[in-house]
């Protein structure tokens, strides 16, 4: 027995390094085949969940607001307590979230930084908010919080006005604003935001304190932004969640993004999907077709072998075994390569690195072997092969 | 004789070439599909990211400052300025005309609404206060140049979901949100009664509306209503516009004011949703055109990912389907030893046998390519009607890249074992060494 093992090694290595180029050309179709498909598959687990996140540029998704929200525009009613607990035995505690308080109060330009500008004074809605989470600009708009951070360090109260609302009291970055509501007023320097096509731009933000303050509104908020992040199914499971943990608030969907993205985002997975199984099935069938081409090839070698006596399993068993080899050092060499080559698509497309997926590597392997072996099938045809007419010259 | 040796070596081994020719099929099938479908994926996302509704929003330019929360406007009906409604046929006639998918007109005004059962002889028993939002269901709106388009609402804020059916626009009829329907007990088939002012109407209940907004709480009806309880004939407030766009890139972020007249130009001419908001306004006198950010800069940022991305993909299918084909030509070469030793031992050049290889390798690749065009046609529309319910349409340019392709890739494939070939000495090939 043990010769024998010794000398099916070394057919095997004499079949290997035969023929260098054909070897080569072999691995490259192996390695090929499963750089493509550690690629796609570790990029296809990696995107999907990256569009998630990527979705979140759309900004809250869910809104928490009073039951009756039909005169709510003056009349806070929720406990500003409720916007700390509401993450309290959630394993998300990160989900970007923001709480507001709108209220109705005068504007005008304090009289200091008018200098020859017309006097302009009106009703502006100010909304006091308050934010936190890791992102926070996905649950309120991007300038604002470029704004807050921006303007962090400054001594002087501070306030984001809305381009309408700027243009409607003639206000430029930098003006001192007045805010008066009955007894109370309040003065803050302003900031003019970008256009943002939304309510939003005919607001002023101020902090949630200033606002409370102002409106004598403490501890209250209007309503609770929040940005869920996750595959539409997550973020209809969370919201019925909190729906049922907050009874008496209504928690509703933004159905405009919550629909329109559970659309889309079924659209693209699909579109992904269909493009790598294609993409994965055929690989497979090119990379079968080049070694089944080799395969054939070693018609005279089979013939060899079986005149000087070799049984036709056990001339099998070397073809396959040599299939075997070289699907394995094609695909650990090609599926290394395309899970690198992910990483840095992953990279190029969404701006982080693809976290490689450890089951992708020996799934693209295996793969590759089978492709392999599968491809030596044809050798199957080659037993039946009569010695004598190999050593004729016949085809 | 030439053409007689390449159809003789396709005859002697035909199980060989069709191997070669099936690997080189299926592997410009792969590209094909791959390339049509991300050819096509673009505009069909485009159009699929109007689900999210309107992309743009008119106002009017000498408004006074909006009391707005949450899409609610709580300022009186007299306060503010309006724009007209017989303006809006101009929509369709600006150069991107037929990116716009849909517009409605708003107009929103305060009123009381009580029903026929909470009515006494005395006094009408007012049961809710509320909006009444004024707009389009299914308009059709006459185009100067003759033609009538019909949009509505529906199309602008398509997540709203009617419950019944929507309001026909020549009749006294609305439909209501759901809260407030709740709230003031109305349903489909009641008469509601709408007082605003000393004015007066009875609508009559089509539907129930739910779309998870303030509109939730309002009642909804043919904007001509509106108008005429609030005395602003043919008028309204706001216009939401849906259009499909180009995500904006470093050139469409510049400011158009800046640009040179040819540069300028190209802008105009690219659906840039600032250059398409600019042709709105052109159209629209005395109107303010506004994007909204929020959904155009997430479709913006979404849309240029997965095109990257499938672009990527794209890429990866051309290479697996090159090397497969590359490799599958140089095996088919590297067999032919034998054949090459002969031909040489007979005098044959070296160029005379490469050019009689290639020849035959083009005829493969030519077969192969057609045949896998025609294949990854079909996958490509069985993978575009699934997804998105239409087939891609037919682009030459696929067509052009994937011939063009198969005759590279196989001439490629083969050349390096060809350039071998030629060097073979005919003598020790024919001792069998």
Same mark, same amino acid.
């Given at each position: ?206 902090? !949630?304190?200033?606002?409370? @303050?102002?409106?004598?509104? &403490?501890? $209250? =908020? #209007? /309503?609770? %932004? !929040?940005?869920?992040?996750? @595959?539409?199914?997550?973020? &209809?499971? $969370? =919201? #019925? /969640?909190? %729906? ?152 | ?433």
């Amino acid at each position: 027995m043990m010769p024998d093992r010794k000398m099916f090694w070394r057919i095997i290595r004499r079949l290997l390094s035969a023929n260098r180029g054909r070897l080569f050309v072999i691995l490259l179709a192996l390695g090929a085949g499963a750089a493509i498909t550690a690629a796609l598959l570790n990029l296809q687990v990696d995107a999907k969940r990256r569009l998630t996140a990527e979705f979140r540029t759309f900004g809250a998704n869910v809104i928490i607001a009073p039951r009756d929200f039909s005169e709510s525009a003056a009349k806070p009613r929720l406990y500003e307590s409720l916007f700390s607990d509401l993450s309290e035995g959630m394993d998300t505690g990160m989900i970007p979230k923001a709480a507001f308080l709108y209220g109705v109060a005068n504007a005008s330009i304090d009289a200091g930084t008018q200098k020859g500008k017309p006097p302009a004074a009106g009703n502006v809605i100010v909304a006091g908010f308050l934010y936190s989470g890791n992102r926070p600009d996905q649950a309120v708009p991007a300038a604002l919080v470029e704004a807050e951070q921006k303007f962090a360090t400054r001594v002087r109260r501070h306030c984001d006005v809305g381009q309408q609302a700027a243009a409607a009291l003639h206000l430029r970055s930098g003006d001192s604003v007045r805010l008066t509501n009955g007894a109370h007023q309040t003065s803050c320097d302003a900031y003019v935001l970008p256009a943002l096509g939304g309510s939003e731009d005919s607001q002023v933000f101020v902090e !949630l304190h200033t606002a409370q @303050t102002l409106f004598d509104q &403490q501890g $209250y =908020i #209007s /309503l609770i %932004q !929040l940005s869920i992040p996750g @595959t539409p199914g997550q973020i &209809q499971n $969370y =919201i #019925s /969640l909190l %729906q049922q943990r907050l009874r008496d608030v209504d928690v509703r969907p933004v159905r405009q993004f919550t629909e329109g993205e559970a659309r889309i985002y079924q659209r693209i997975s699909g579109i992904l999907s269909a493009t790598v199984a294609l993409v994965l099935v055929l690989t497979t069938l090119c990379v079968m077709a080049a070694m089944t081409n080799v395969a054939m090839e070693r018609r005279n070698d089979v013939g060899l072998m079986k005149a000087i006596g070799g049984a036709t399993r056990r001339v099998l068993r070397l073809f396959v075994a040599e299939a075997a080899l070289l699907g394995l050092t094609g695909g650990v060499l090609g599926a290394a390569t395309g899970i690198l080559i992910s990483m840095w698509l992953g990279k190029a497309v969404f701006g982080v690195a693809a976290r490689p997926r450890l089951i992708v590597y020996p799934v693209a392997v295996a793969l590759t072997i089978i492709v392999a072996i599968a491809g030596a099938y044809p050798l199957r045809r080659l037993a039946n092969i009569r010695p004598a007419s190999v050593f004729r010259g016949e085809r | 004789m030439f053409i007689r040796l390449v159809a003789d070596s396709f005859s002697r081994r035909p199980r060989q070439k069709l191997l070669t020719g099936a690997a080189l099929a299926l592997g410009m099938a792969v590209a094909t599909a791959a390339l049509s479908v991300s050819l096509d994926v673009g505009d069909r996302l485009a159009r699929e990211f109007r689900s999210l509704g309107a992309n743009l929003l008119v106002t009017p330019q000498a408004d006074s400052l909006p009391l707005e929360i949450g899409g609610v406007d709580y300022r009186p009906v007299n306060a503010g300025a309006y724009l007209p409604e017989t303006d809006l046929g101009k929509l369709k006639t600006i150069f991107w005309r037929n990116n716009i998918v849909g517009f409605a007109p708003a107009m929103e005004i305060p009123v009381q609404a009580w029903t026929e059962s909470s009515q006494t002889l005395s006094a009408p028993a007012i049961t809710a206060r509320g909006t009444l939002i004024g707009t389009w269901a299914n308009h059709s709106v006459a185009v100067p140049d003759g033609s009538s388009y019909v949009t509505g609402i529906a199309k602008t804020n398509p997540w709203w979901q009617v419950d019944g059916k929507w309001f026909r626009e020549d009749q006294a009829e609305c439909v209501v949100g759901k809260a407030f329907a709740a709230r003031s007990g109305a349903r489909i088939g009641t008469t509601l009664h709408i007082g605003s002012g000393n004015q007066n109407v009875a609508l009559l209940v089509t539907g129930v509306l739910s779309g998870g907004g303030s509109e939730d709480d309002a009642i909804v009806a043919p904007i001509e209503i509106a108008q005429r309880l609030g005395g602003k004939q043919a008028q309204y407030r706001r216009l939401y516009v849906s259009a499909l766009t180009k995500p904006e890139d470093e050139f469409g972020r510049r400011d158009p004011a800046t640009l040179a007249p040819s540069e300028y130009e190209r802008w105009y001419c690219t659906p840039y949703i600032s250059s398409i908001a600019l042709q709105i306004r052109q159209v629209l006198p005395g109107a303010e055109v506004r994007v909204i950010r929020r959904v155009a800069e997430g479709e913006g940022a979404i849309l240029t990912r997965v095109r990257t991305l499938l672009w990527l993909v794209t890429f990866a299918a051309l290479l697996a389907a090159a090397l497969a084909v590359g490799a599958s030509s140089a095996a088919s070469v590297i067999q032919r030893r034998t054949e090459i030793g002969l031909m040489k031992a007979l005098g044959a050049g070296s160029g005379t046998v490469g050019l009689l290889l290639a020849a035959e390798q083009l005829l493969l690749a030519l077969v192969g390519g057609a045949a896998g065009y025609a294949l990854g046609i079909i996958l490509a529309q069985f993978v575009g009607q699934k997804i998105f319910g239409a087939a891609p349409a037919f682009s030459f340019f696929v067509l052009a890249v994937i011939v063009g392709l198969a005759a590279v890739v196989t001439l490629l494939g083969s050349a390096i074992p060809l350039r071998r070939a030629s060097r073979y000495e005919p003598a020790p090939i024919l001792r069998g060494e």
